[in-house]
């Protein structure tokens, strides 16, 4: 299984982007996608998931600006990030969880700066 992130770049505060991950090879169908990020200096922080049956979850310092979604028929991810501020910028990681394993993406850098 590979993970392929995309999307990531520069955008002003107050700005939006839209991140995706592809997801190759045999997933099952019961998984969990989802991402995290990591800011210079800062541990890596799950920010939102989304089980194969539509489930969400965010973590707080995400939570009304950011939504996750997918498409279980391409399995893709997506992360549709708006309202950005300057502490949003990191590099995002896509995560799968299938019943068998953790599979991570090779990130994509999102920087929030004027």
């Known amino acids: 299984v590979q993970l392929q992130a995309s999307g990531g770049g520069l955008v002003q505060p107050g700005g939006s982007l839209r991140l995706s991950c592809a997801a190759s090879g045999s997933i099952g169908s019961i998984n969990t996608m989802g991402w995290s990020r990591q800011a210079p200096g800062n541990q890596r922080e799950l920010i939102a998931l989304?089980?194969?049956?539509?489930?969400?979850n965010y973590a707080d310092s995400v939570k009304g600006r950011f939504t996750i979604s997918r498409d279980n028929a391409k399995n893709t991810t997506y992360l549709q990030m708006n309202s950005l501020k300057p502490e949003d910028t990191g590099v995002y990681y896509c995560?799968?969880?299938?019943?068998?394993?953790?599979?991570w993406g090779q990130g994509t850098l999102v920087t929030v700066s004027s």
């Open positions: 995560r799968l969880v299938t019943t068998r394993n953790m599979y």
């Open positions: 989304i089980s194969s049956a539509g489930a969400t």
